[in-house]
């Protein structure tokens, strides 16, 4: 990736709305952030992230949000609380409060197994359902879409079973191409972020019903009518596009994404029977969707085609040769990356290791590609949990 020092002007423009009425034509101007998927191991490594962007002034200055699965569970956390961050100079203030601690309170739960047991058992409960109402208890109560801010703008990513379209949902409007749109949708937000984090075959599908005439046609939509419009069959975002990079990429000419998704790891006898033979695929169809995804990144980097930078729960901080950087082993860090991909209960000090983690690449990556004239962090978030 290409250094570029005059990139930070840029991205420090200030925030102003995106019309997501609008063609989907990029401006050089808006900077969009991309958290990818992963379950607590990514909600708490994001968190690191969005930590180390408000130290360096940056993450009020981010125009468009695009998440996914575990990725979501922070963007919604964010987004719900981002008129009560209480920003002075660009930097929100009430970020820990507002942000960390209910995030790491809820990676003290597990909630994925209870779901599967309650969901498979009682009637008309979904799986799906039980982890919805898991996210509207612990996190976001009664609140929906709309209590998401005009800027920036939160696209929260599923991926549309019956389509095989991104289903985008968002304050102004949820969104297949080919159906249409549905505008200021008054969907829960614990709702939406359910269906983004669905992850298949236990989490998956989530079911969303909607009245008729609800989903409004678009230019091109071919498939604006009932059953595809009124019984939504959902899955998680990452089955489309586990970098939730595509609403960015189409919009901002300044793209940063953060990636805590697992590398798939080679197997010389893999299992035969067909559930964990089906695993073992959809696990390679996952990690060849963000390879291919990533690599389209890269390369727009090195062509200048977008500015910002790329960071992975994966990568070599040594890599990013910056001065001062944290100390953080690499393997030490694949040991944190190797988290299993669940809501399962993390203990206090993977939680502390999985933020400074996040926040100590996203430094480096930043600090490299973005804002080479920031100052290095004084030390991790978290002393005892070092990495």
Not at 83 to 107: C, H, I, S, W, Y
């Amino acid at each position: 990736m290409v250094d570029d020092p005059g990139g930070t002007q840029d991205l420090l423009k200030s925030p102003v709305p995106v019309d997501s009425k609008s063609p989907e034509v990029v401006d050089p101007q808006l900077t969009g952030l991309c958290l990818s998927g992963g379950g607590y191991r990514a909600m708490l490594f994001h968190v690191g992230v969005l930590w180390r962007l408000n130290e360096l002034g940056l993450l009020s200055r981010v125009n468009r949000i695009s998440s996914v699965s575990g990725g979501s569970i922070t963007a919604g956390v964010l987004g719900l609380n981002w008129g009560k961050l209480a920003f002075q100079n660009g930097f929100a203030t009430a970020f820990g409060k507002l942000v960390v601690d209910p995030l790491r309170e809820f990676a003290r739960h597990t909630i994925d197994i209870s779901s599967v047991i309650t969901g498979a058992l009682l009637p008309h409960v979904s799986i799906s359902d039980k982890i919805a109402r898991h996210y509207a208890d612990g996190l976001f109560q009664g609140a929906t879409l709309q209590a998401l801010p005009d800027a920036p703008e939160f696209i929260i990513c599923s991926t549309n079973v019956q389509t095989g379209s991104l289903m985008r949902f968002s304050k102004k409007r949820m969104a297949d191409w080919q159906l249409g749109e549905f505008q200021n949708p008054d969907i829960p937000l614990a709702t939406a972020v359910a269906a983004s984090s669905a992850f298949p075959p236990v989490l998956s599908p989530a079911d969303l019903r909607l009245d008729e005439g609800k989903i409004q046609p678009l230019p091109g939509a071919t498939l604006n009518q009932p059953p595809y419009t009124t019984k939504l069959v959902l899955t998680d975002g990452g089955v489309y596009d586990n970098l939730g990079l595509e609403p960015v990429w189409k919009r901002c000419g300044t793209v940063l994404v953060s990636d805590a998704g697992q590398k798939i790891s080679p197997d010389p006898s893999p299992a035969e029977d067909w559930p964990r033979h089906m695993l073992r695929i959809l696990d390679i169809i996952d990690n060849q969707v963000r390879s291919l995804r990533k690599r389209q990144l890269i390369a727009s980097y090195d062509n200048q085609d977008r500015k910002g930078t790329y960071w992975g729960i994966r990568s070599d901080i040594a890599d990013y040769q910056v001065a001062s950087p944290l100390n953080c082993p690499h393997a030490a860090t694949l040991t944190i990356a190797s988290i299993p991909t669940r809501l399962a209960k993390l203990e206090e000090p993977d939680q502390e290791k999985l933020i400074n983690w996040g926040y100590a690449v996203c430094d480096a990556a930043i600090r490299k590609h973005v804002a080479p004239a920031a100052p290095a962090p004084a030390g991790f978030p978290y002393a005892r949990g070092v990495i």
